[in-house]
């Protein structure tokens, strides 16, 4: 069974720094996309930053670039989102989806979701 299980969310002041963590299974090709999506209150889900093994490429939305790092650690499969000079806009539920095999882009789909995790920028 697939899995994504998203860690790592939290409150933070801005200015300060968080990394998210996203944890695939049940798979085991080390073919995939992954990305991070997130969903403020009243807002439309946004897409954050994406890492695709399948070609090495990496994207990042104009409103993250500079700021937030997309990475994995094939030992652990697990791809993290380092987030710094972090901003109260950044505030949203964070959420880690996934895609695998030898088609898999970061421009989609993604049949897998984890459950979100609550990032809040507020001093």
């Known amino acids: 069974q697939v899995q994504v299980v998203e860690s790592g969310g939290g409150l933070v002041q801005p200015g300060g720094s968080l990394r998210l963590s996203c944890a695939p299974s049940?798979?085991?090709?080390?073919?995939?996309?992954i990305a991070w999506f997130r969903q403020a209150p009243g807002k439309e889900r946004e897409g954050v930053s994406c890492?695709?093994?399948?070609?090495?490429?990496?994207y990042y939305a104009d409103s993250v670039k500079g700021r937030f790092t997309i990475s994995r650690d094939k030992a652990k499969n697990a791809v993290y989102l380092q987030m710094n000079s972090l901003k109260p806009e950044d505030t949203a539920v964070y959420y880690c989806a996934l895609d695998y095999g030898w088609g898999s882009t970061c421009g989609g789909p993604y049949p897998y979701w984890g459950q979100g995790t609550q990032v809040t920028v507020s001093s």
């Open positions: 049940g798979f085991t090709l080390d073919l995939y996309a």
């Open positions: 890492i695709n093994t399948v070609d090495g490429s990496t």
